[in-house]
């Protein structure tokens, strides 16, 4: 599925606006709630990927997880389902409150050579670790930390950033890992050396 296809669709209630990025599962979209009229993040499963039951497994532990996850510094799931669009097809979707400053990775970037202050970085850190301990609470191991998965509600310097993309979640205990067998999943930059050799992941490995 071109993304650029969704542009003017509506899926459910809500009627898409623009593609805000595009990652390995799917495409994240600015969107427009019908019902009460308020702009959210949409994200979208590629439609290549629909026919494989592994990656529609995945897109719903996402879903599930981060609505049970409810936490100041993880972002908020609205809605989650599977609707027909026109020209089309089935579109499985999840509705997230749209966070509009911009991801950490591009922020680092646009200040380049200037420093965050320490109490930037105190703020940052203690709201992302309040989140992932949060999350490895209730079970469940992120996987994936890096710059692109924290991201600000606006570009004000006083933003508050949210731990976003669980798609590669490890559920502790019994739910095990939503990923292919003998295959490291992450991002390569990131990842922790017990999850390059695919050896257990624990709540340190975030």
Not at 75 to 89: H, P, R
Not at 140 to 165: E, G, Q, T, W
């Amino acid at each position: 599925m071109n993304p650029a296809s969704l542009i003017g669709k509506t899926i459910g209630q809500y009627e898409i606006e623009a593609v805000l990025g595009q990652g390995g599962m799917g495409a994240v979209f600015r969107a427009v709630q019908l019902n009460l009229r308020r702009r959210v993040a949409v994200k979208v499963i590629l439609e290549n990927l629909s026919d494989k039951p592994d990656y529609l497994e995945r897109f719903n532990r996402e879903a599930q997880l981060v609505a049970a996850l409810e936490h100041p510094h993880i972002v908020t799931v609205y809605d989650f389902g599977m609707e027909y669009v026109e020209s089309v097809g089935d579109v499985m979707f999840v509705a997230m409150r749209l966070l509009e400053g911009g991801s950490l990775e591009k922020r680092i970037r646009q200040r380049e050579g200037v420093p965050q202050t320490l109490d930037e970085v105190a703020d940052l850190v203690s709201g992302i670790c309040s989140a992932l301990d949060h999350a490895h609470s209730m079970g469940v191991i992120h996987r994936d930390i890096k710059p692109a998965n924290i991201v600000f509600d606006r570009l004000s310097i006083d933003a508050k950033a949210y731990l976003v993309d669980f798609g590669i979640a490890k559920t502790m205990g019994g739910g095990g890992s939503l990923t292919n067998a003998n295959v490291a999943m992450g991002s390569p930059y990131y990842m922790p050396p017990e999850q390059w050799k695919n050896e257990a992941i624990k709540p340190a490995s975030d």
